[in-house]
Each structure stands twice: as C-alpha cells, then as structure tokens.
C-alpha cells in the first residue's frame, strides 16, 4: 500500500524587498510552462515600472516555494490576479491547490473587490482547471496580449 504523508502547509505571503528578492529573482517554473509565464525578473522590472503592481514571494514557513503579483489597474477598473506560481521543485506537491484560494482570499481582503480577473493561454490546461476549481470563469474577452480572460465573481448570492 502507498501510504501519503499528510503535510501542513503554514503559507505566508511577503512583499518582495531587499531581505528575498534575490532568492526570489532564482525562481522558476518548469521548461515546458515557460511560455505560460513570465519569468520573475520580468515581473519585478514591470513592477518597478508601474507602482500599481504588488509582488510577492510565496512561502512555506520558511521556504520560498513561489511568486505572485496582483494590483489594481485603474486603466479598466479591475483587480487583477496577473501572476502564479509555484517553483518547478515544488510543483506536484498540492501547494497550487492550497496556496491558490488564500491569495484569492488575500486579494479581496486588500482591494475589498467583487471580482478578480486573471488572463491565460487557452493551452494552459492545468492553471485553467485550477482556475475553474476556484470560481473563474471565461468572460469572452482578450487582454492586450492576446491571452482569454477569466473572471471570479465574489458577490455571494443568497439562496431562499
């Protein structure tokens, strides 16, 4: 029998400063998602080019085991969900699944927002179905890279 050890996460989110961000600059995911993402230091110099943008090292406990970045963008009033995910050394391990809904939860909590976009390449299958898994849906529309948008709406409908 193959017995999985059960592993608590403690997931902490901190804002990339002069203490992380050169263990954060040496993340990366897989070869085969690179298409899918920017790498790190090309979200850190867009970050350093509009303020709006809040980058962030994803921990566990201790452990640097991802990035994110999210803002406001006030070019079309959204809150945007612009970059995830997890280092290639521990992908497949259920941090995207347990780290995903706490920065949503993160993010809402910040902009106290009712919907979330994020954009993503059609073949990106597996950050689709997490996506899915979390609320997002396609909306039809295309950001400026060409990449379909998907948005979580947040607003809690009561059911009588």
């Known amino acids: ?31 085969n998602q690179k298409t899918f993402i920017e790498s790190v230091p090309e979200c850190l110099k867009e970050a350093a080019e509009k303020s709006c943008w809040r980058p962030v090292g994803i921990y566990d406990e201790d452990i640097l085991i991802g990035f994110a970045m999210y803002c406001f963008w006030k070019e079309d009033q959204h809150v945007w ?24 939860k993160k993010i809402e909590s910040e902009y106290q927002c009712s919907e ?10 597996a950050a689709i179905n997490l996506y899915e898994k979390n609320g997002f849906r396609f909306n039809g529309e295309k950001d400026i890279k060409g990449e379909d948008v998907m948005v979580l709406n947040l607003r809690r409908s009561v059911v009588l």
């Open 1 to 31: 029998m193959n017995f999985e050890r059960t592993v608590k996460m403690r997931i902490e989110f901190k804002k990339v400063t002069e203490k992380n961000i050169e263990d954060i600059l040496k993340l990366k995911v897989k070869d």
């Open 81 to 104: 969900m612009d970059r995830f995910l997890i280092a290639s050394e521990f992908q497949g391990k259920g941090y995207g699944s347990a780290v995903f809904p706490q920065l949503l």
């Open 116 to 125: 979330i976009y994020l954009s993503v390449f059609k073949d990106n299958t």
